[in-house]
């Protein structure tokens, strides 16, 4: 159980394309998915919080409005990445934590999309 | 506050030796841990989880931790090391309200033949 599907796993585009990223939590309801991006060699860096009906909580030094982020079902959060230029090429990940449920459940992350922006 | 500190960023290892990745954590409170592995260009699977029960967790795949609150650790160990094992390891301790998670800065785990 706890499966979380990430798609598409890689993407390649022009400069200035906006790129939607798919998550989903394929057994479960998932109040809270979060969004985080790896650069190589490196932990995970969360962008943002992505809460089923309601705005997304973006750390500090996201740009919100470059990272767009909905959380329509209980089993579904996209991140769109606006006007993409070269430097959002990166490793993004997702993952999602299972409804009503706090303190000591873990994450269940995707197999992450591979962004590279010509 | 809490961190995270994977105190190793390279581990070597040969094929059937003992595996050992430290962590050790900070926490204002009772902390839940857990361990993750990440395979290149994939995401992350959970080894196992502590979370106030017993201090010995066991994982998946021949994996164990176990958190000792008087050294503020959490160390990942495996008896014997195999050749699939070699990959990313992250400590994660989760935050107050368990929607924070704090990583590591990663253990890469090499296995020689």
């Known amino acids: 159980g706890a499966v979380v599907s990430q798609h598409p796993s890689r993407v390649i585009c022009k400069s200035g394309t906006s790129v939607k990223i798919e998550c989903r939590s394929l057994?479960?309801?998932?109040?809270?998915m979060f969004w985080y991006r790896q650069f190589p060699k490196q932990s995970l860096m969360l962008m943002a919080t992505?809460?089923?009906?309601?705005?997304?909580?973006?750390e500090q030094g996201v740009e919100k409005d470059k990272f767009l982020i909905n959380h329509a079902s209980l089993t579904l959060s996209t991140l769109t990445v606006t006007s993409a230029h070269p430097e959002d090429s990166s490793f993004y990940i997702c993952?999602?934590?299972?409804?009503?449920?706090?303190?000591?459940?873990?994450?269940?992350f995707g197999d992450g999309t591979r962004l590279s922006i010509l | 506050a809490q961190s995270v500190t994977q105190l190793d960023s390279h581990v070597s290892v040969s094929e059937g030796t003992p595996v050992l990745l430290r962590c050790n954590y900070s926490?204002?409170?009772?902390?839940?841990l857990f361990w993750y592995v990440q395979h290149p260009n994939k995401g992350l699977q959970l080894l196992l989880k502590?979370?106030?029960?017993?201090?010995l967790v066991k994982g998946i795949n021949g994996f164990e931790a176990e958190f000792k609150k008087s050294e503020t650790s959490f160390h990942l160990t495996k008896p014997s090391a195999h050749m699939s094992d070699a990959a990313e390891y992250f400590c994660?301790?989760?935050?107050?309200?368990?929607?924070?998670?704090?990583f590591g800065t990663g253990t890469s785990l090499t296995v020689i033949p």
């Open positions: 994660v301790v989760s935050g107050e309200t368990g929607n924070q998670f704090y």
């Open positions: 057994d479960f309801q998932a109040t809270t």
């Open positions: 926490s204002s409170y009772s902390p839940s």
């Open positions: 992505s809460n089923e009906g309601s705005k997304a909580t973006y």
């Open positions: 993952s999602a934590r299972r409804q009503g449920v706090w303190g000591n459940q873990p994450q269940h």
């Open positions: 502590y979370t106030s029960a017993a201090t």
